[in-house]
């Protein structure tokens, strides 16, 4: 007996023609999950951005919008990232380099802040990253 794996898709032609955005490549990824030795999202963000100190950009899928925590610099800031919707796909219109320059929606003196205090649009960070694709760490 053949098992098929059936899959939701999100959003179509996410990043290309018939190459589609899909539910399972939400959230926090095996690697991170594995980094962590966790799947509970606020151990996660802990290793990865407070005590890694990685920056993080992702698509938040709701909102419609790239957003990037920048944690090089103090204070630490919180951006959408810049989009060229000239771009057909999706994927294509923003790189989620946490350098470039965008809107500034928040700010904080240091990475333990963030997880708790956080919102965008109303939003935890936890519920934001759970219908987020995760661009890059770094």
Not at 15 to 25: M, P, S
Not at 56 to 70: C, M, Q
Not at 97 to 121: K, S, Y
């Amino acid at each position: 007996m053949e098992t098929k794996i059936v899959r939701k898709i999100v959003i179509e032609n996410f990043y290309g023609e018939g190459i589609h955005l899909y539910e399972d490549q939400l959230g926090w990824q095996e690697n991170e999950r594995r980094e962590a030795k966790s799947n509970v999202s606020k151990k996660i963000f802990w290793t990865e951005v407070v005590e890694i100190g990685w920056d993080i950009s992702f698509y938040s899928l709701d909102e419609d919008l790239f957003w990037g925590i920048h944690t090089e610099e103090e204070p630490i800031v919180v951006k959408a990232l810049p989009r060229n919707r000239k771009e057909q796909y999706i994927f294509d219109q923003c790189e989620g380099d946490t350098h470039d320059e965008g809107e500034v929606i928040a700010t904080f003196e240091n990475r333990e802040d963030i997880w708790d205090n956080l919102r965008i649009n109303d939003k935890s960070l936890e519920e934001l990253i759970q219908r987020s694709l995760i661009l890059q760490f770094g």
